[in-house]
Structure formats: structure tokens, C-alpha cells
């Protein structure tokens, strides 16, 4: 499949008229062909306005056929083959296995929100039959099911191209729902991006869906990139990246005279809390396990275990020694782009520059855009009154914060802004002292782990990929799993609407089979 650098409006290919940009390859430096031309205001408005000719049909599209629509865009990822990896592998500098990894957890959330579609339960279908004697009023007829909010712009992650980007989570739940989709592909893979939209537009024909179900645009612009947001058309907006870019796209969304959410995944340096018998029975294998985790994929991951805490003592000191030793031989890494490289540099920097810091280990010295890894040291107290502490280094850098006691780690924690994920590493003689614990991480936290790291991000029904502000814009809600078709739908109820105009979902005879809540009971089918 050819890379032409144009933009995908419904079923047409045309190039973007503002201006134009080139893929950069991190290793090198080096400009990649082809350019790609960035979409004026004028062709974003044009991909919104399609989607909204779209939406109607696409939300009443029966379930089947929507299960099938995923599936199909899941089988013609596939039948790109190579030339996605490879292309893939040119714009972010990741490894093969990596990347064919990320395309296997893309067509993994296709399928499963196709399964999901099938099921129906995400519709949560509830009748609340008529009671006309009921005394001393009668009652009326009730009936409920979500619909779709309407068209969803979603914006491409860097550190994701595939997962994370033009057809992943956001993407595939804004689908299952019954959403159309205006993609905004990131400017660093534009050409993955490309072949990634091919895939779904010719989902969309084969279908036989209306065009305007899928969209993507591409440009390197900020004019363009609120355009999408401040749409009239635009009802919700997917976002993965930084909390820069995020809180600019919640300010531009609630500053539009019908306000819409915008479900961010911003900042996150998720704590490893290391409790006492746990650090004396094996800090020095926790240590090993840190740093791998750590330097996993350069550290650019969003659940990266960015700060450390426990307390002071010899189990302590052992862990972070061992911790020193496994990082200064860490290799550096190829970073994403050679903004986020300038980013991690400025952000180790800091710490490094910050009096209430000591800088433990360096790994090592790389190359172009390679970012070296580091291990910092603070006391709590410090911690405690330089906020800047807590700000996330994208990349292969954490924090260890030494507390004098359990109620100094606990006010650490009580500090901390909300985060993607917790874990904790503990033996059984420390049960009781995570049980304390628990109730400041269930507060602070979207996910919380025992004897492990937050990289890996399992795709299920039961993960939660979110948590309070600033990890996400709203923490009621994951941008992975099951549960995040929820952010893309809305409650509507039916009172006393005759049988012959009620939707499939809530007739009587049940058509769809879907499961449903009927006069407060669940019903079995």
C-alpha cells in the first residue's frame, strides 16, 4: 500500500492545502518522503460536516453489521504486513517486536469491542413497565438505552502510533458506540497514520457505511487542531499526549458555546511504594525489576514508575545502591521525537540542577536523540515544599523519596496529584500496613498493583487506564478496556412511546436479545 501524504475526507483522498510537513526519522534526523499536506480549516470543517451526515445512519447501523465493520478494519490492519512495521519502525524509532506487539493489541481492542457491540449490553436497556392502578398515582411507562453522543475527534498519540493513534482504544470505542470518527493523526507518523486510514476507509466502503463515518486529517498546526475541537459538529474529543496539549484542548472545548468533554490522558510518574519487609526480604530484585520496567521503551510510557517512595533504613539503601549499579549500564535509547528528547533533557536537568536533589546514576551517554537514563534521591521534607518535584519526566527518570516514617510516607501520598497507577511491593508481614494505605491510593489512583509495575496496560473488561486530574481530565472514566465505550454515550428515556415507534432495544419482544433491567430485576435470556 502506497504512502501519499494526502488526507482521507469521508471516501475521498485529496491533499491538504496548509502548507506541508515530512516524517522525521528519530535515529537520524533525517526528513522522510513523502510530504504530507496539512488540512486547512476549511477540510477539517469538511471531515466534520460529513461526520454529522453520518451520524444518524451509523448509530442505528444493527449491531451485527457494527461487530462486523471492527472486524474488518482489525483484518485489513493486518493485510497491510510489513509495510506497516517497517514504515512504522522509520518514524519512532521503536523496535520490530515492539511495534508488531502494538499492532496485535490494536487488532486485539477491535475485536473486542466488536464482541462488545454484539453483547449489547452497553446499551443498558431498562424498563420500567406502565402501572396504570398503582395507587396513589398511577405510574407511567419507562423505557432507557444509551445512544451515541455523536461525531468524536480523536487525536493521535506519539508514544503509541498504533494503540494508542488513528485506530486505536479511543477509536475503536468511539465506533462501538456509534460515533463517527475524525481522526487527527500525530504529526511525528504520518505516514503509519496514512495506512492505518486506508485500512479503516476501505472498512468503511465494504461495509457499505456512510463515508462520513471515518475521516483523517493531518497537519502540524495548532489553528487547525482547536478547529477540530471548537467544530459545532465535534461532540467529544479523545486525547493522549501531555498535559500541555490537554488542558489547551479542555480550554478550547469548554469555551465553545455547547461545551463538549474532552476525555484526556495527560500526566502521570506513578509511585512505587516499597514497604518495609518487602525491601529486607529482596530490595535488591525489586531494584533489578525497577529498572527494567524504568528504561522500558526509552520511558515513554504514560504508567512509567517515575517516583519511588518508602522508608528510610537499610533495606532502602540497599535497594536504591542496587538500583544505581543495574541503571549505569543502562543503554541510552532513541526517544520518540527530537522534541520529547528535548523535553527528557530539560527535565533531568532540573532535577539534577535542584538543590534538594541528589543525582545517584546516570546510565549511559547516547547518541542522537537518545535520552540517558537517571536515578534521583530526595528526602520527603523536600519533596514536600518544591512541587516541581512531582512534575513528570517523559522518558527513563524517577525520583526516590526518602521518608522518616509511615506517617511522613502517608502525607507524601495525601501531596501527590491523581495518578494513572500505584503499586505496591510488599511480603505478607506487610499486609497491614498497605491496608492503611489503601484508602489514600484508591483516592489518588485509576489502577493499584501489588508486586509489580505499571507498564503493561492490559486490555480486558475489568483494566482502568485513567484517574484523577491531571492523569486524565476525568477520572470517572478509562481510555482503556471494555468500559471506555462509556465516555461515548448518553442516556436517553422513552415515556409512554407506543410499541411501533420505540428503537429495537426496548420493544417488548427484545429483537436485539440484549440483556436488560425490567421493573428494576434483571432480565435472563
Known amino acids: 500500500m502506497s504512502i501519499t501524504g494526502e488526507l482521507l475526507l469521508g471516501a475521498r483522498s485529496i491533499r491538504g492545502t496548509s502548507g506541508s510537513f515530512e516524517a522525521s526519522d528519530p ?39 457494527r461487530a462486523a465493520f471492527l472486524e474488518a478494519i482489525a483484518e485489513n490492519i493486518l493485510a497491510i504486513g510489513d509495510d506497516l512495521i517497517l514504515r512504522c519502525m522509520a518514524e519512532s524509532g521503536l523496535p520490530r517486536p515492539r511495534l508488531e506487539g502494538e499492532r496485535g493489541r490494536t487488532v486485539g481492542q477491535l475485536r473486542m469491542f466488536a464482541a462488545v457491540v454484539r453483547d449489547g ?63 487527527k493523526a500525530h504529526p511525528a507518523h504520518p505516514g503509519t497514520s496514512e495506512l492505518i486510514g486506508r485500512a479503516i476507509q ?29 467544530n459545532p459538529h465535534i461532540a467529544a474529543v479523545g486525547f493522549t499526549g501531555s498535559q500541555m496539549g490537554g488542558t489547551a484542548l479542555m480550554k478550547v472545548a469548554a469555551e465553545r458555546p455547547r461545551p463538549i468533554p474532552v476525555y484526556a490522558e ?26 527494567a520496567s524504568l528504561t522500558l521503551g526509552a520511558g515513554q510510557f504514560c504508567t512509567n514508575p517515575g517516583l519511588v517512595l518508602a522508608i528510610e533504613g537499610q533495606g532502602l539503601d540497599q535497594f536504591v545502591e542496587a538500583a544505581a549499579s543495574e541503571l549505569r549500564g543502562a543503554p541510552a535509547a532513541t526517544m520518540l521525537t527530537s522534541g520529547i528528547h528535548e523535553a527528557y533533557g530539560a527535565g533531568t536537568a532540573l532535577l539534577a540542577d535542584h538543590p534538594a536533589v541528589a543525582t545517584v ?26 512541587d516541581a518535584l512531582q512534575t513528570e519526566v517523559f522518558g527513563a527518570s524517577a525520583l526516590v523519596v526518602r521518608c522518616a516514617d509511615e506517617a511522613e510516607l502517608r502525607r507524601v501520598l495525601e501531596h501527590l496529584e491523581g495518578q494513572l497507577t500505584a503499586a505496591i511491593h510488599l511480603d505478607k508481614d506487610d499486609t497491614d500496613f498497605a491496608r492503611r494505605l489503601l484508602p489514600i491510593l484508591e ?13 503493561g496496560v492490559e486490555v480486558g473488561h475489568a483494566m482502568v487506564h485513567g484517574g484523577p486530574f491531571p492523569a486524565t481530565s476525568d477520572g470517572r472514566t478509562t481510555s482503556v478496556g471494555s468500559l471506555a465505550i462509556r465516555r461515548f454515550l448518553r442516556p436517553v428515556s422513552y415515556q409512554d412511546l407506543p410499541e411501533t415507534l420505540l428503537p429495537d432495544a426496548l420493544k417488548w419482544n427484545n429483537p436485539l436479545g440484549v440483556e436488560r433491567l425490567v421493573d428494576g430485576k434483571r432480565e435472563t435470556l
Not at 202 to 227: D, H, K, M, Y
Not at 268 to 287: D, H, K, T
Not at 361 to 380: D, H, P, S, T, W
Not at 443 to 455: D, K
Open 443 to 455: 483516592r489518588l489512583v485509576g489502577r493499584i498493583l501489588v508486586n509489580g509495575f505499571g507498564t
Open 202 to 230: 476501505a472498512a468503511v466502503q465494504s461495509a457499505g457505511l456512510p463515508e462520513g463515518v471515518f475521516s483523517l486529517i493531518g497537519t502540524s498546526g495548532i489553528a487547525e487542531a482547536q478547529a477540530l475541537v471548537a
Open 361 to 386: 546514576a546516570r546510565g549511559l551517554v547516547g547518541g542522537i536523540n537518545q535520552g540517558q537514563a537517571g536515578l534521583f534521591v530526595a528526602k520527603a521534607a523536600d519533596f514536600l515544599v518544591h
Open 121 to 183: 449490553g452497553f446499551l443498558d436497556v431498562r424498563i420500567d413497565p406502565a402501572q396504570p392502578q398503582r395507587s396513589p398515582l398511577p405510574r407511567v411507562d419507562l423505557r432507557l438505552r444509551n445512544i451515541p453522543i455523536g461525531p468524536v475527534a480523536v487525536f493521535g498519540a506519539s508514544n503509541f502510533p498504533l494503540a494508542f493513534s488513528v485506530a486505536g482504544g479511543d477509536t475503536a470505542s468511539a465506533f462501538a458506540a456509534g460515533c463517527p470518527v475524525v481522526a
Open 27 to 65: 535515529t537520524t534526523g533525517n526528513s522522510m518522503a513523502p510530504s504530507f499536506g496539512g488540512a486547512s480549516i476549511d477540510q477539517v470543517d469538511a471531515a466534520c460536516t460529513l461526520a454529522a451526515r453520518a451520524f444518524d445512519g451509523f448509530r442505528e447501523v444493527p449491531l451485527e453489521r
Open 266 to 291: 495527560m500526566s502521570s510518574i506513578n509511585p512505587v511504594i516499597l514497604l518495609p519487609e518487602a525491601l529486607a526480604a529482596r530490595g535488591s530484585e525489586i531494584a533489578t525489576s525497577f529498572v
